[in-house]
T-cell receptor, first 112, second 115 residues
C-alpha cells in the first residue's frame, strides 16, 4: 500500500519568512496530492491540492510542487503570518483508491 | 448540515467499558470515513462507507472496533472493551463522491481518553 513520509515534524519560522514542508510517497499510481491544515481543536481542512498532470500550483501565499519522477511533493508558504501556525498534513491517493494516506504531520510555529 | 458534526467532543471512560462515537456527515455526501489521530501521529484510516456498498473495514485495528452507517447518513463507531491504547482523537470525514481524489470535509473530532 501507499506510504507517505513527511518532513520536518516540527518547523519554527519568524513572521515574514518562508516555510517549506516536504513529502515523499511510495505508490507510483498515486495521482492526487492534497494538503490539509489542522488548527488546535479542529479537524483538518484542505488548503491546496495538486494532481499529477501538473507540476506546480499556487494560491496566494501557498504553493505546492510535485515531482512524479522522484515521487515527492512540497508545500511552500511565503510571507508567513502567526495565523499560519498549525499542523500541516500531506496525503496521497490514486484514482482507484478512496482513502487518503496521510503523512504524520508538521507542526508549524510562526513567531512574531 | 453546514459541516460534519461529531459527538461527543470529549469522552473519558474507564478501561474495559464500551464507547460509541457519532458522526453526522454533510447532507448529500455519499462517502464517509473514520480516521484515528493518536498523539504525534498522522491520520490513521479506520473504515470507509460509500453509498449502499459494503464498507471497507480494512483499517480497523482489532475486532473490538466496529462501525455502522444507517440510512446512508449518520455513522456510529463503537469500541468495545476499551484499552488505554485506544486513547486518541477519532475524526470523521465525508466527501461528495467515493473517490479518494475528492475533498474531504472533517469534523472536529471526538477525543477519547481511556483511564
Amino acid at each position: 500500500g501507499e506510504n507517505v513520509e513527511q518532513h520536518p515534524s516540527t518547523l519554527s519560522v519568524q513572521e515574514g519568512d518562508s516555510a517549506v514542508i516536504k513529502c515523499t510517497y511510495s505508490d507510483s499510481a498515486s495521482n492526487y496530492f492534497p494538503w490539509y491544515k489542522q488548527e488546535l481543536g479542529k479537524g483538518p481542512q484542505l488548503i491546496i491540492d495538486i494532481r499529477s498532470n501538473v507540476g506546480e500550483k499556487k494560491d496566494q501565499r501557498i504553493a505546492v510542487t510535485l515531482n512524479k519522477t522522484a515521487k515527492h511533493f512540497s508545500l511552500h508558504i511565503t510571507e508567513t503570518q502567526p495565523e499560519d501556525s498549525a499542523v500541516y498534513f500531506c496525503a496521497a491517493v490514486s484514482n482507484s483508491g478512496y482513502a487518503l494516506n496521510f503523512g504524520k504531520g508538521t507542526s508549524l510555529l510562526v513567531t512574531p | 448540515g453546514a459541516g460534519v458534526s461529531q459527538s461527543p467532543s470529549n469522552k473519558v471512560t474507564e478501561k474495559g467499558k464500551d464507547v460509541e462515537l457519532r458522526c453526522d456527515p454533510i447532507s448529500g455526501h455519499t462517502a464517509l470515513y473514520w480516521y484515528r489521530q493518536s498523539l504525534g501521529q498522522g491520520l490513521e484510516f479506520l473504515i470507509y462507507f460509500q453509498g449502499n456498498s459494503a464498507p471497507d473495514k480494512s483499517g480497523l485495528p482489532s475486532d473490538r472496533f466496529s462501525a455502522e452507517r444507517t440510512g446512508g447518513s449518520v455513522s456510529t463507531l463503537t469500541i468495545q472493551r476499551t484499552q488505554q491504547e485506544d486513547s486518541a482523537v477519532y475524526l470523521c470525514a465525508s466527501s461528495l463522491q467515493g473517490s479518494g481524489a475528492n475533498v474531504l470535509t472533517f469534523g472536529a473530532g471526538s477525543r477519547l481518553t481511556v483511564l
